[in-house]
């Protein structure tokens, strides 16, 4: 059963991405300026480790670049997602790590400076796949965490799919075993449609008194 619900997820995404463009997607930014806002106030090195998790065709990782960060990550459990971003980017798309997984079945070989994650962490409904996503983290995020999910006044679905909805102190208290609060906002991402979604974006800087491994 478990197994099939990880295949029903991953079916469902590639048939997403191999059907549709992005202006015919709500999640679609022109420019993530949200996320870009966050990773400048953490004032990182350039050569400071990346992972856009769950990061799909997005454009964040085509600024990352430009902004000359040179350690980039990106995470989709659609193959066909990455595709797409490779595509855009043309040659540059060799200077990122491409990883294709259910980020609850991903098993990261290195740690990250910054978790980057704007809507995925939404799609994950129970518990265990909540369990299974902290625990990555908490072993494998070394400094940063940023996490952009559907606001108790956003939508309940996304793509067809049931999602959660947090508020601050909820998404707060879930990472306070490992992470402290730097900052939360709410924003309204504007779709290709001309709706608006409203977003909660939280930073956290990992306790100083984890240890990564």
Not at 24 to 41: A, C, G, N, R, Y
Request: with cysteine.
């Amino acid at each position: 059963m478990k197994r099939a619900k990880e295949l029903n997820r991953k079916q469902h995404w590639e048939s997403v991405y191999e059907t549709k463009n992005p202006e015919q997607v709500s999640w679609t930014q022109e420019k993530p300026i949200t996320s870009l806002d966050f990773l400048d106030s953490f004032m990182l090195d350039k050569d400071a480790k990346i992972i856009d998790v769950g990061g799909g065709d997005s454009k964040l990782v085509d600024y990352l670049l430009q902004e000359g960060y040179t350690n980039i990550t990106v995470l989709d459990i659609s193959a066909k997602a990455l595709e797409k971003a490779k595509y855009r980017l043309g040659d540059k798309s060799k200077q990122i790590k491409w990883i294709v997984s259910d980020i609850t079945e991903f098993k990261p070989t290195e740690t990250y400076d910054v978790w980057h994650d704007r809507a995925t962490f939404h799609f994950l409904t129970t518990a265990q796949e909540r369990d299974k996503y902290f625990q990555i983290a908490k072993k494998y995020v070394s400094n940063f965490l940023i996490i952009g999910t559907f606001s108790k006044d956003g939508p309940e679905k996304c793509s067809g799919l049931k999602i959660k909805q947090y508020c601050e102190q909820e998404l707060i208290e879930l990472f306070s075993n490992d992470f402290e609060k730097i900052t939360c906002l709410n924003n309204n991402h504007i779709t290709p449609f001309k709706t608006l979604q409203n977003f909660l974006f939280c930073s956290f800087k990992k306790k100083m008194n984890q240890n990564i491994f």
